[in-house]
């Protein structure tokens, strides 16, 4: 099969409603949800620390592959990656590199939703005021009702999935670029307020900073290191496909290179801000800073409860999370749906019911983790912990892997020069050397650390 011109699926109507769209994938819960709580959990600076250089070192270059065989491909990472594997005279077996992307969105979407779910709980809680003077003790009993109660989870569920498959069966482009549009820049704004009003905090801003950039590498374990590069490929959707896809609707001549810089610098500046506005909370209400997953529905609503206009802004903040997290769904199926169109040739709105209701299937897994399966665990980690395990840390991070050896071995060097287009040929050997050496060697070293081969 030859490589088709233009995806079937259409074309971004310029370069820059690619980037908003690939920021969106970018920017979601893994920001404002994950960052904070991981970073929470792993100690903080040193943590904070390996995942810049993660990122810097692994993200980028990788981010550039992905939209890079995304673009050259046109088609769903399955087919793409077949694609151009034959073109290369490689292995047919290459398309599996495209399946486990499929299956890592798939998975991740099952929680991400119950998530998002637990988000949209709380627009309608902080709208209320039931936020207003709230104590520490009270934000913790509010999310643990909402935890211990599987019907409303369920119910938020269900209806972040509908959200989420209704703009996925439409197609992707229609809505999503005039929409984020706007809400991209409200969401800085509003953290920004937020990140303004912990600095009224004065010690505890201080000590947060301390917290978040003043690296101590004695809490920093293997299992820390891992979680890092993990979420360096969560955060900026790598290693699974989403991106790949979102290539594939790209016009020829955009520069894949200053795309990649501004998505990244931009989902970077999002996840720091976001630490900058909660760890404030964390310490000055003497909270945990590893609170798990309820971090920031345990800290936020604090501070929107005494704030002026709390009850609103707190409710606009959640809002904008909800959206935050729903343009990063949509590219977290859009693998699957893809694949399905083309390969069984039905039609994206059959394929979004199907995918749609397999997810929400799934997701319930999830949901139980919050409450009456917190005991059901496999290998001391509930159904939630092990789906995040295994797709941030294992399969994103495998599929980065994979990816990289691709584009730096695999495909020829004129392939990847003609596609990338880079004027500076010091830019262009730069980005090689990191895809063929630094990034995949980085993704080993961690790995065989965590399996205790390098102890
Ligand atoms: N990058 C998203 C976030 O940070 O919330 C999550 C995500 C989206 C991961 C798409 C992977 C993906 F393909």
């Known amino acids: 099969m030859s490589r088709p011109a233009k995806s079937i699926h259409g074309q971004w109507t310029s370069r820059w409603a690619f980037i908003l769209a690939a920021t969106g994938s970018a920017v979601g819960l893994g920001n404002i949800w994950k960052f904070p709580y991981i970073t ?7 943590f904070v620390l390996v995942y810049l250089a993660c990122i810097a070192a692994i993200g980028v270059p990788a981010m550039m592959a992905e939209i ?53 709980a709380y627009v309608f809680r902080s709208f209320s005021g039931v ?65 303004a009003y912990a600095t009224n905090t004065g010690t505890y801003f201080t000590q947060s900073l301390h917290f978040l950039f003043n690296p101590d590498f004695s809490k920093l374990t293997g299992q820390a290191i891992l979680s890092a590069m993990g979420h360096a490929f969560f955060t900026l959707s790598l290693g699974m496909g989403a991106i790949m896809i979102y290539g594939s609707y790209l016009p020829d001549k955009t520069s894949i290179a200053k795309a990649t810089l501004t998505i990244s610098a931009a989902d970077t500046m999002i996840a720091l801000l976001a630490g900058m506005a909660i760890f404030p909370l964390v310490f000055a209400n003497d909270l945990a800073t590893n609170a798990g997953p309820g971090l920031i529905f345990q800290t936020l609503p604090i501070a929107f409860g005494h704030m002026a206009g709390g009850a609103f802004f707190g409710g606009l903040f959640f809002v904008l999370l909800v959206f935050a997290a729903w343009s990063s769904s949509i590219s977290l199926i859009e693998p699957a749906v893809t694949w399905l169109v083309e390969n069984k040739k039905i039609s994206r709105i059959r394929a ?33 912990d092990l ?13 980065g892997l994979f990816i990289a050896i691709f584009a730096g071995w695999i495909m020829k060097q004129s392939s990847s020069e003609q596609e990338l287009a880079i004027k500076s040929p ?30």
């Open 40 to 46: 929470g959990e792993n100690g903080g600076g040193a």
């Open 68 to 120: 890079m065989l995304g673009r050259r491909g046109r088609q769903n990472p399955i087919y793409t990656m077949r694609t151009l594997a034959k073109e290369e005279k490689a292995s047919p077996y290459w398309k599996y590199l495209g399946w486990s992307g499929v299956v890592a969105g798939v998975l991740i979407l099952s929680y991400y939703s119950v998530i998002a779910g637990q988000a949209m």
């Open 131 to 195: 936020f207003e003077g709230v104590t520490p003790d009270g934000a913790q009993s509010i999310y643990a009702t909402l935890a211990n109660d599987p019907e409303r989870l369920i119910t938020w569920h269900t209806l972040f999935m509908i959200v989420t498959m209704g703009v996925v069966a439409q197609g992707v482009k229609n809505g999503l670029e005039r929409s984020l549009k706007f809400l991209m820049p409200a969401l800085v704004v509003i953290l920004l307020m937020l990140v």
């Open 352 to 384: 979004c019911v199907v995918m749609g209701v397999g997810t929400w299937f799934l997701g319930l897994l999830t949901v139980f983790s919050f409450n009456f399966g917190k005991t059901w665990t496999i290998f001391g980690k509930t159904m939630f």
């Open 387 to 399: 789906l995040d395990y295994l797709t941030a840390n294992i399969m994103l991070p495998l599929g």
């Open 426 to 455: 010091i830019f262009y050997h730069t980005w090689r050397i990191l895809i063929r050496y630094i990034t995949p060697a980085a993704i080993i070293i961690v790995f065989l650390e965590v399996i205790g081969l390098l102890a």
